[in-house]
């Protein structure tokens, strides 16, 4: 990250006149303020702001094991050309077909593009609901690193920043009232613990 832009937009920040800018300007900074702060750079240099560096990249790699699990994923279900009905031809000639016990079968994959297709356009039921919640709960192998992410990373690194809890930190980020002393009382308090 980069420290001397952070400083920048900080003191802009701090200095409370961003109100000569546009609303978009305003958002921009304010968006990018938010990111420099999770990303530690509101710390003093030290330890703190190490170990929530150490932490992001952490973060990091966990993020790309879970595209690469993601992406890897050959997870799919077959149907009869009678279960997809409603999915046009020319749809129809992009799935892979059958062989054996499923030759008579089309294979939708769990990728976007598939699972859009069955859920647009299969008029059946019975069909849609096996595709949603096959794509909704494929890929169980991203379970660890998810929780890994959110449970540890995301957590261990907002606590040096004051934050006890990446949920509080999440209900501050996002909250109008957050920008205020007392909005940040008003969410503390209702939340679990104490500051």
Request: charged fraction near 25%; proline fraction near 6%; aromatic fraction near 10%.
């Amino acid at each position: 990250m980069r420290e001397d832009l952070f400083l920048l937009i900080n003191a802009v920040i701090q200095k409370g006149n961003q109100e000569r800018l546009g609303t978009k300007p305003q958002l921009f900074l304010k968006k990018w303020h938010q990111q420099y702060i999770c990303n530690g750079l509101g710390l003093p240099i030290g330890p703190d702001r190490d170990r929530v560096e150490e932490i992001g990249k952490r973060l990091i790699d966990i993020s790309t094991t879970f595209l690469k699990n993601y992406i890897e994923d050959v997870g799919g279900l077959w149907f009869t050309l009678e279960e997809l009905r409603g999915v046009r031809e020319n749809l129809l000639s992009y799935l892979q077909n059958g062989t054996g016990a499923n030759e008579v079968k089309f294979r939708i994959t769990l990728k976007t593009p598939d699972v859009q297709v069955v859920l647009n356009y299969a008029k059946a039921a019975s069909t849609q609901k096996p595709v949603f919640m096959e794509d909704e709960n494929h890929c169980p192998v991203n379970l660890p690193p998810f929780r890994q992410a959110i449970f540890s990373g995301m957590d261990l690194r907002l606590r040096p920043q004051g934050f006890w809890s990446f949920l509080i930190s999440l209900r501050y980020f996002l909250s109008k009232d957050g920008k205020k002393p007392k909005g940040r009382r008003s969410i503390l308090a209702g939340s679990t613990g104490s500051p």
